[in-house]
């Protein structure tokens, strides 16, 4: 049977999230096919052909799919997945609003945010803010799936699929689209990466926080993000928050500055290749995890690393 | 409006669990178990919407063992009206609560449903979009804002790369991100009156619900442990690392 990999898209692009549920989708055994679910998507319909491994891409376009709610996207879910042993979408806020949905729809159990495929129907999933993995077998006919996207490589370019469109489900009313503020930024975006300033409390003011962090990440090309007390005592959004609840990252370079490394930020971003802390506490729990760490003023230290970056 | 707040007990988010020798768990005897932190900030929402004069009446509604009425009671003493226990021993996952509490739904009628984003002990991040689904109700999950209005919410919800507000038909789910609110500490006054508040308990059996559950548990093993690492003593030194040892810049 195939496998249904729903797309994260924005009407106009494919989101990098997609390709790695792609990638989780591979291990699985059985055809690709894509949904891509929009309004004027067609551009990412094709995209999603180009990517390897991909056999079709559906495409659904629709005007009561624009803003892609959970409610009318999972309604078309449940109608096309009379073909599929498995349908996963990535485990991002859009495929965590959505995945379960489909899943209660089907009557089928949903196994949230896999970080391996040990067979297709057994998953490596963590527990308690990644202190703990469980490896969990489905009995359900149809595996719905949210896919941890740093735990699965992205699939490739190369690909050549059919397109074929797939008429709309019914616009079930339920919920409009007021309003969407997203923030622009020039720096890559949390998830994808390769390099992580992220600050904490320690940096004292969002002034010091954007003042500090900003010219380091310029410097390296880094994302910026933060420990959710950073987010809680207001010195950036909420989006920037790494940990259990927030991003979950895994970039080559993780800088931690005036972070003291709570398990839940840690469940973040401890699968990181390099992570080094910087702190003034030398007990902070996040030299724990740090392979390399700095004790000192971080308002001296920083400055110092920024200028010593090339 | 009456509003339901489904609240669970959870290790206590300060506690950092040991996987059991034999993989079969995680080991929770004598630890300390609380309110999940996202179901308190539930709990909290619809509190503040009886204070505000929106809602009438809040109903706390726990599923799993007895010892949740401790939970419940948690959830009376911040202000919830009464509560009503789901009680089994059995082990019970997203889809199956999702069940109780369409039940739950069916007998109460709530305008307005509150659960937490997610639990923090399977971080499944599933059961009110589950609820949402098997009821028909839309749903406005991660909510940072609420605002009822001519019988719809108004919730502004946290989405990659900023937020977006929608606005949804009653009767509804919300569920709730870390910024909707911080919740109160009950006070001793409250928690003696809580004491006094209607709690009633019923079985899955009751409601007709089958929780058997559809995942099998085949082991629970520790992560992979970072191996420890260095301190350097300065700036230099670190840039050297990252440079020549790490070569990661």
Request: net charge negative; with cysteine.
């Amino acid at each position: 049977m195939a496998i249904l990999v729903i797309a994260e898209h924005d009407n106009q692009s494919l989101k990098a999230a997609t390709l790695n549920t792609v990638g989780a989708a591979a291990q699985l055994g059985g055809e690709v096919h894509v949904l891509v679910a929009g309004a004027g998507c067609g551009a990412v319909g094709e995209a999603a052909t180009k990517i390897a491994g991909v056999a079709k891409v559906l495409v659904c376009d629709a005007p009561h799919y624009e803003a892609q709610g959970a409610e009318n996207v999972a309604e078309l879910v449940k109608g096309l997945a009379g073909g599929y042993s498995h349908i996963l979408a990535a485990a991002t806020p859009a495929g965590k609003n959505m995945a379960p949905r489909v899943a209660a729809l089907l009557d089928v159990a949903q196994i949230s945010e896999i970080v391996a495929v040990e067979a297709p129907d057994t998953f490596v999933r963590p527990i308690y803010a990644g202190n703990a993995l469980a490896t969990v077998k489905s009995a359900d006919a149809v595996k719905v799936i949210t896919v941890r996207t740093t735990a699965f490589e992205a699939a490739g370019e190369g690909g050549a699929a059919a397109v074929e469109s797939v008429p709309a489900a019914a616009d079930l009313g339920l919920s409009a689209l007021v309003s969407r503020e997203l923030v622009k930024s020039e720096r890559p975006e949390l998830g994808a990466a390769k390099v992580i300033v992220a600050g904490g409390r320690g940096l004292g003011s969002a002034e010091n926080f954007h003042g500090l962090l900003e010219p380091l990440a310029d410097k390296l090309g880094a994302a910026i993000g933060a420990s959710r007390a950073a987010v809680d005592a207001g010195y950036c959004p909420n989006d920037y928050q790494v940990g259990q609840t927030g991003k979950v990252v895994a970039p080559q370079l993780y800088i931690a500055v005036g972070v003291s490394g709570a398990i839940q930020h840690l469940a973040g971003m401890k699968d990181s290749k390099v992570i080094v802390a910087i702190n003034k506490d030398p007990d902070a729990p996040i030299f724990q995890v740090a392979d390399y760490g700095l004790v000192g003023d971080l308002f001296q230290v920083v400055p110092e690393l920024t200028a010593a970056i090339g | 409006m009456k509003i339901l707040v489904p609240v669970k007990r959870v290790v206590d988010y300060n506690v950092k669990v040991r996987v059991k020798a034999d993989g079969s768990g995680v080991d929770i005897a004598n630890v300390k178990m609380s309110m999940n932190p996202f179901d308190e900030i539930g709990v909290e929402e619809a509190v503040r919407l009886k204070e505000a004069g929106v809602a009438t009446e809040v109903v706390a509604v726990s599923c799993g063992l007895a010892a949740s009425q401790e939970t419940l009671r948690a959830a009376m003493a911040m202000g919830a009206d009464r509560g009503i226990l789901v009680e089994t021993d059995a082990e019970l996952q997203p889809l199956a609560v999702a069940k109780l509490l369409k039940a739950v739904c069916d007998k109460e009628q709530p305008q307005l449903v509150i659960c937490g984003k997610q639990a923090i002990d399977d971080d499944a991040n599933q059961t009110g979009q589950m609820l949402a689904a098997l009821a028909g109700w839309p749903q406005a999950t991660f909510a940072s804002k609420v605002s009822i209005a001519d019988g719809k919410a108004s919730v502004m919800r946290e989405i990659d790369g900023g937020v977006e507000t929608l606005s949804v038909t009653l009767p509804a789910v919300v569920t709730t991100d870390l910024r909707l609110n911080e919740p109160r500490y009950a006070t001793l006054p409250n928690i003696m009156k809580a004491k006094k508040k209607p709690l009633e308990t019923v079985k899955p059996a009751d409601l007709g619900v089958d929780v058997a559950p559809r995942l099998a548990t085949l082991k629970v093993s520790e992560p992979a442990q970072r191996k420890a690492g260095e301190m350097v003593a300065d700036v230099a030194q670190l840039v050297d690392k990252l440079k020549n040892v790490a070569k990661v810049i």
